[in-house]
């Protein structure tokens, strides 16, 4: 089973109030005092000071603790659809995206993201941080994404993405079940999930500047894909 890196308070404290095994816990013996928890609970533990983890630390302001924590076996069910929003995501590549996508989702309230496996490792350290403790409560699962949209939509399941084509978000029926695919930074959906997605949306532009934007940020279209679906 693979691992990944937790830093800073904040997160580290997430980490052990989640279900996710922790392996090694690295920290100032403030922090240790202020967490008793730990000492009961099988993780190796190793005091030291601030300096000592500034060193270990990929962050630009480290903090008093660090974790290596195991990565979840998350399972899943296409029955989850009939009953759950997802999100789909195909070939994110910005880890800052991804970890404030998985921010979103739990904010909105959706438990199940599915990724295509060109999209950047859920648990790069960059992600985790963006993520501000949703990665212990978003189940990420990565697949061979069209097959998967694929076999959705045959089993009925309706499919939404966001094209410059597509019907204006804030007009349309939209489903409380189903996927949200949200495409790469650059180039959008893909091709071969384009030509699956049942229900093709756009989020209009209000803009009357002659030089408006061509799109938005594929973390801001999730937030208001979600809301909308949500406010429904």
């Known amino acids: 089973m693979g691992v990944f890196l937790v830093e800073g308070n904040k997160m580290v404290e997430e980490a052990i109030r989640s279900s996710f095994k922790i392996e090694l816990l690295v920290c100032t013996s403030d922090f240790a005092n202020q967490h008793p928890e730990v000492n009961n609970t099988g993780i190796e533990l190793i005091i030291t000071d601030s300096e000592s983890i500034s060193k270990a630390s990929l962050l630009q302001n480290p903090q008093d603790a660090l974790a290596i924590v195991c990565q979840p076996k998350n399972g899943f069910s296409e029955l989850i659809l009939e009953k759950e929003l997802c999100l789909a995501l195909d070939f994110i590549q910005d880890p800052g995206n991804l970890g404030t996508i998985l921010r979103i989702a739990d904010w909105y309230g959706i438990i199940h993201i599915v990724c295509s496996e060109t999209t950047v490792d859920v648990f790069n350290p960059k992600v985790v941080q963006a993520s501000m403790g949703a990665i212990f409560r978003v189940k990420t699962t990565i697949t061979d994404l069209p097959s998967f949209i694929k076999n959705s939509v045959e089993s009925g399941i309706p499919v939404y993405g966001t094209f410059l084509e ?44 002659k030089n408006k934007p061509e799109s938005l940020n594929v973390a801001i279209a999730a937030a208001i894909c979600c809301s909308e679906f949500r406010r429904r």
């Open 166 to 209: 597509g019907q204006n978000i804030y007009k349309q029926l939209l489903s409380p079940s189903g996927i949200i695919v949200l495409g790469n930074e650059g180039n959008g959906i893909s091709d071969p999930i384009s030509q699956l997605v049942t229900n093709k949306l756009v989020i209009p532009s209000f803009s009357t500047h």
